[in-house]
């Protein structure tokens, strides 16, 4: 059930806060409404926020039911899942099950008080016994800390490959996303330099 209401503060405690709507959020999310918890799930953008912002075309590198949760089967047309296909699943999972999801409030503070935490968020102010921060990784950029990172030529997100036709490009990296995103951008007529600290592409490329 998402929720959209701005009350200032919610004076029931809820025996679990989750902070993050992403597929380790919402397995969280569907465990305690089995073991029958007072929880709600929190989250700072829409839902699966992470994987939206994933590259438009993307394709993941896990099989479909290395992502299910929740013993919801994850059907795919193709041996490996793309973006689009897991938005719809983690959609239909969320609705499915009625999770108590709370979407574009982003916590801002968290105070411990005794028993008690207190989180406040951009909407409202929450207390509970029990805080599980599922944040993911996607939203949270490694950056070089070397001039220039923050120009707007600079970006620390890939979305897709059009953009780059006929300009140089220079991919920091050399992981799946970076040969990912090489390949694309290249293919589509960029002129691609690939930046590697060791002395080869990672291993576990595939």
């Not at 008690?116 to 993911?136: D, E, N, P």
Request: glycine share 6%; aromatic share 10%; proline share 5%.
């Amino acid at each position: 059930m998402l929720k959209s209401e701005t009350a200032t503060l919610r004076m029931e405690i809820k025996e679990v806060l989750i902070i993050g709507a992403g597929p380790i959020g919402l397995a969280c999310g569907l465990e305690a409404k089995k073991a029958g918890l007072d929880y709600v799930i929190i989250e700072k953008g829409c839902l699966v926020n992470s994987l939206y912002n994933y590259p438009v075309n993307m394709t993941f590198f896990s099989t479909s039911d290395r992502l299910e949760i929740g013993g919801v089967p994850f059907i795919s047309n193709n041996p490996k899942p793309t973006r689009a296909e897991a938005l719809e699943y983690y959609r239909r999972v969320c609705a499915s099950n009625h999770l108590e999801v709370r979407l574009y409030e982003e916590v801002v503070s968290i105070k411990k008080e005794e028993a008690v935490f207190r989180v406040g968020t951009s909407k409202a102010t929450y207390q509970s016994k029990s805080i599980i921060l599922a944040l993911g990784f996607y939203d949270l950029p490694y950056l070089l800390h070397v001039p220039g990172e923050d120009l707007p030529k600079v970006k620390h997100y890939y979305d897709e490959p059009h953009p780059y036709y006929a300009q140089k490009v220079v991919i920091v990296g050399a992981a799946n996303s970076a040969v990912d995103a090489a390949l694309e951008t290249w293919r589509k007529g960029a002129e691609v330099t690939m930046v590697v600290r060791e002395s080869s592409l990672r291993d576990t490329v595939k």
